[in-house]
């Protein structure tokens, strides 16, 4: 049974380079239990939520930079 928060009652943030055109663009929640990060669609909020490890996380964004 899984007793963590509802990620989607979260504070969520977008990429500032994502700009305000409505593009396509992930969101993150940083208010979460260290060593999980849930991503969802910017564009679906009310979508699924995908959680992913932090180690996993950051190898994602180092590889985008």
Do not use: H, I
Not at 23 to 35: F, L, S, Y
Not at 48 to 60: D, E, L, N, R
């Amino acid at each position: 049974m899984d007793t963590a928060p509802d990620p989607r009652n979260s504070q969520w943030r977008k990429s500032s380079y994502s700009g305000n055109t409505g593009g396509d663009c992930v969101e993150v929640a940083d208010t979460r239990p260290t060593g999980t990060v849930p991503v969802r669609d910017s564009k679906k909020p009310s979508g699924p939520v995908v959680t992913v490890g932090a180690g996993a996380w950051q190898a994602f964004v180092d590889g985008l930079r």
